[in-house]
């Protein structure tokens, strides 16, 4: 009798347990549309007739999936894309933003192998955390990438690669931006990893608490690649001098490159901000070379005052190319002290003065005084 009561009991408690994991699993919504785009709120585009909501999961597994959205979605638990290409385009809004970190995520690729791309375009913009390679069974062989064009914005933490491997990159083009809140890059050389950021065009915005410059120097799988028309911001409280160094490290040892057919302009930094751009290398220039860009930099004045620096950084360039910050430079573009117009004005006075005063005393019709 014990004997039957005890399978009973293992009965019901494989039963309980069965229906635990059943009802807490998350409702899989699947895209069924392919490269000719629909509307994201088209509910016959959905496995489940209608757009993810709740904590379901949106799945994109055809190899091309292409949607529009025009409005502000909200997804606790994310995209999967097992699929090759995704592009969003539209004039709306994706929230991942959710109390549990991990869900609030866009995995691409959400396979082990292969390659997976997910472009923005538009005006689209996606808050939230967006994954690379970076799933639990990710390889070397996984491959994840995200394109922003046009005017389109990311906004959240960045992850590439998974204990070593994968391999993630970035291409920010047009007036893009993303806005990197957070980097977790786990990428190593010795284990086939590779993490890219290509700022060819618009912005790539960093502000982390980590130390952005140490997290790019940790491996040599790791880098920031510059086009000619992108501009790399770092929001960081390190000191200007030690900022400095950081930024020497990331050119000498390849963290910091220009794309195929640019070249580094000599940065701006001080205390708060890190701002470093490419220029076409067939742009008339001193500082051609690696060398001399780091000499450049090197030579480069730390400016007193923070807030006012990259303004005058600024002008410095524009009127000498790059020209240094040494108080020479700084005092040969000084506006003229307030005396000195004042003075010349009351000289000018003075002289017409004269030459009216001369005049009237003139003779009239060339004849003398009567």
């Known amino acids: 009798m014990s004997k039957h009561r005890s399978y009973a009991m293992a009965a019901t408690l494989v039963c309980t347990m069965g229906y635990a994991t059943l009802a807490g699993a998350q409702s899989v919504n699947t895209w069924r549309g392919d490269a ?54 539209g004039n709306g809004n994706i929230n991942l933003w959710s109390p549990v970190p991990h869900q609030q995520t866009v995995s691409i690729p959400a396979s082990a192998t292969g390659y997976a ?56 083009k047009d007036n893009a931006t993303y806005r990197i809140t957070g980097l977790e890059l786990s990428t190593r050389a010795e284990s086939g990893g590779s993490a890219e950021i290509h700022v060819l065009g618009g912005t790539a915005r960093i502000e982390t608490k980590e130390n952005p410059f140490a ?25 200007a001098a030690k900022k400095k160094e950081w930024i020497k490290d990331l050119i000498r ?17 001080d205390d708060k901000v890190f701002i470093a751009k490419a220029e076409d290398e067939r742009n008339a220039s001193d500082i051609k070379t690696v060398d001399a860009l780091l000499a450049a930099i090197d030579k480069k004045a730390v400016a007193p005052a923070p807030s006012a620096q990259p303004r005058l950084e600024a002008l410095l360039t524009s009127v000498g190319g790059g020209a240094s910050t040494s108080p020479t430079a700084i005092a040969a573009i000084q506006p003229a002290p307030a005396a000195e117009p004042a003075t010349k004005l009351a000289g000018y006075i003075v002289f017409f003065g004269a030459i009216l005063l001369a005049f009237r005393r003139m003779p009239e019709n060339g004849q003398g005084k009567a």
């Open 215 to 239: 997290v790019f120097m940790d491996d040599p799988s790791r880098k920031i690649v510059l086009g000619d028309n992108g501009t790399l911001r770092i929001d960081s409280d390190i000191p």
């Open 36 to 89: 000719a785009t629909d509307d994201w709120s088209n509910p016959y585009k959905w496995k489940l007739k209608h757009a993810p909501q709740g904590d379901e999961v949106a799945h994109f597994r055809e190899p091309n999936s292409a949607v529009t959205i025009n409005s502000t979605v909200q997804l606790n638990n994310g995209i999967h894309l097992y699929g090759q290409e995704l592009l969003l385009s």
């Open 117 to 172: 791309n997910m472009t923005l375009a538009d005006n689209l913009s996606l808050n939230g955390r967006i994954a690379l390679s970076a799933t639990a069974f990710g390889t070397s062989a996984s491959k994840g990438s995200v394109t922003l064009k046009d005017r389109s914005s990311i906004t959240g933490v960045l992850v590439i690669g998974n204990a070593g491997s994968g391999s993630g990159q970035v291409y920010i």
């Open 253 to 269: 040892k390849n963290r910091l490159v220009a794309a195929p057919g640019c070249r580094l302009t000599v940065p701006l930094f």
